[in-house]
């Protein structure tokens, strides 16, 4: 295979979306570099090179035709204006953008007419406004926007909100509603053609996303309490059920979601199954 038959695939160099996209890839089977300093990384193996890149130039090569396929935050996608669309969310880097004012001077998003806000994120943020009717100058800062309104820059700020305190200590308060919650995306461009390649990506990625979701859970239960126990544990399309070398009794294995194991097993308890073992699942297609 050569260079030019390979999937390029964006990935984020640095910040946070930087190694949980990484890890990722390696579940899903991909090689990944070792060295934080490689910035291009072929993996003839599985038919790709990984191109590392500022998270924020993600969407722009992507968009442009330049890369196939990238791995970014919702957010720099808004933000960069490419012609690049979401083809699969991947759980991970997640965000929430607030605005946020002196105390008293906003309570809803209308107060912002006319106002100046501040944010890292302009292109976002204008079009935000636009779908809102909201006429306000948008004051472009790079990093921390917090002290913008304390120094005179602008009236209001539009930033990422975790829990608050940062926004707090710089004297402002969060208001209205959220503009965007966003997360870790794989984006490709617009009006692309099909690729299997792109398509085998997407199918591992998922199969990565269900696995840390669900885990197997397996267990001896007597066949009169079988449908009972099932009920609790219906699987992804349907439970395994085999009949044990005891006569009336099964033994039964079924996918169950990851955050709901304790609870199922205590309810399999109750019903009277036993033996009751959770496998982690590292990779799936379903």
């Not at 912002?112 to 204008?126: C, H, M, Q």
């Not at 079009?127 to 304390?150: C, F, N, P």
């Amino acid at each position: 295979m050569t260079s030019a038959d390979l999937l390029r695939i964006a990935v984020p160099n640095k910040g946070s979306l930087s190694e949980p996209a990484s890890q990722m890839l390696r579940e899903a089977g991909y090689r990944q570099r070792s060295d934080s300093k490689e910035l291009v990384l072929a993996d003839p193996d599985n038919g790709v090179e990984f191109f590392f890149l500022r998270p924020r130039d993600i969407a722009i090569y992507v968009g442009s035709g330049r890369l196939e396929v990238g791995i970014t935050g919702e957010d720099l996608l808004l933000d960069s204006g490419a012609e690049a669309a979401v083809i699969l969310r991947l759980g991970f880097a997640g965000s929430t953008f607030r605005f946020a004012a002196l105390a008293g001077t906003a309570t809803r998003l209308q107060d912002l007419s006319g106002k100046r806000i501040a944010s890292a994120y302009p292109g976002l943020l204008e079009r935000y406004l636009g779908e809102h009717g909201i006429s306000a100058q948008v004051i472009k800062l790079d990093g921390a926007v917090e002290t913008a309104v304390r120094l005179g820059v602008a009236d209001a700020i539009a930033d990422v909100v975790e829990t608050g305190t940062t926004l707090r200590n710089a004297g402002l308060e969060v208001f209205g509603e959220p503009l965007l919650t966003s997360e870790a995306v794989l984006i490709r461009g617009v009006g692309t053609e099909p690729n299997p390649q792109v398509e085998q990506l997407v199918r591992r990625l998922q199969g990565v996303l269900i696995a840390r979701q669900y885990v197997l859970m397996d267990y001896d239960v007597s066949d009169d309490l079988l449908e009972k126990a099932v009920a609790v544990t219906p699987g992804f399309e349907s439970p395994t059920v085999s009949p044990l070398r005891t006569a009336g009794w099964s033994a039964v294995r079924s996918m169950v979601p990851r955050k709901d194991t304790n609870r199922i097993m205590d309810e399999l308890w109750d019903i009277g199954a036993r033996a009751i073992l959770v496998t982690d699942i590292h990779a799936c297609r379903l």
